[in-house]
């Protein structure tokens, strides 16, 4: 292939990828219009996205949360297993709010569902909204396990070939406080998705593609690229900060420690303080936010620590509680003097690390954020 012609394949790729975003703000947008949740229509408390076949996020909307956005990355690959993508079919539409699959509380749906183009399984599309109410104790920290909390619902097929699951539907309407609402919102959910489907479709068509694959490939293989070049940017070293908040029992620290490496960001948690019997979720937010993602690490053969699963401060065992959103404003805590200061020969054992060696394809161009929080660590790492 010639240099001209590589170059304009290039444009033609970009072009697609540009499309591909817009299509998936389409389906953001259709969620917001249609919602029943204020927290949806007025908050923008969502988030969309396509994926390949493997459960790789190839886009992402604009509009949404960045806790959203990565759960529902990393909730993608939970619903594949349950549901390998040859066997989902037309109209098929898959709903959980695990919130150990999930984003962190039962408040949160997510709901996938398969998109085709000339009778063939080309991708999948995703989202995540929080809804207002799912019965049980609601939002707040009186609950003190996760079943007082609302329900709980674990991956299960919501449409059946465009047919919806009036066993399912009956269930969500008798448990929550405001059944028609609720069940207006997973409408909403599910129609998104059938609108990015659409214009998928409409979008291959147009460029006269069969598979999405050489273009997820393109966008995997730019956004690592640009992922390590915004790295290679950030001084070596290792920068230090902590937050805190005055809890339930006792105050809440959030502490971190962030070693800038050749090909990643690897961050520690050691210092942070363990689960409150009141849980404040965003602990396991933030853990979703910045672990490695080992699957995508281990599909494009790249290497790395792959993060275990830690029992412990970032990871609440199942049954813990997750809905507590009463914790007052966080404050930052007095610097140390060696804040900010590079510290490469500092010995590192905590088991509680997290690494960032590839960053969701679509928000890398936005990578470049890390910077500026990696040379002012008092406001956070």
Known sequence: MSHETNALAQIHRQIMWNRLIAVVEEQAQTMIRTAFSTTVREAGDLSAGIFDLRGRMMAQAVTGTP?????????????????????????????????????????????????????????????????????????????RSVFEEGMYVPIVKCFDRGRANETFFDFMRAGSRLPVELEGDIYSLCACNDAGAHRLAEMMDEFEMSSLEPLAAFIFDSSHRATLAEIARIPKG??????????????????????????????????????????????????????????????????????????????????????????????????RPDDGLPAPGRARTSHRRRRLGIVEPAVARRFVGVRSAARQPAGGA
């Open 67 to 143: 806790g959203h956005v990565n759960s529902m990355a990393e909730s993608v690959g939970h619903f594949l297993r349950k549901f390998p993508a040859d066997t989902m079919q037309p109209g098929d539409h898959y709903i959980t709010n695990d919130p150990w699959l999930g984003t962190g509380h039962l408040h949160d749906l997510t709901v996938v569902t398969p998109a085709f183009h000339n009778d063939r399984i080309v991708g999948l599309f995703a989202n995540t909204a929080h809804v207002i109410d799912v019965g049980g104790l609601g939002m707040g920290p009186e609950g």
């Open 238 to 335: 290792t920068y230090r900060a902590e937050i805190r908040s005055d809890g339930y029992e006792e105050p809440v620290t959030l502490r971190a420690e962030m070693t800038i490496l050749d090909d990643g960001i690897e961050v520690d948690y050691a210092g942070t303080s363990g689960l409150s019997s009141r849980l404040l979720p965003r602990l396991l937010v933030l853990r979703h936010q910045v672990r490695r993602r080992a699957r995508d690490s281990q599909q494009l053969g790249e290497p790395g620590a792959v993060p275990h699963e830690d029992p412990g401060r970032l990871h609440p065992q199942r049954a813990a509680p997750l809905s507590g959103v009463g914790a007052p404003r966080d404050r930052p805590s007095a610097a």
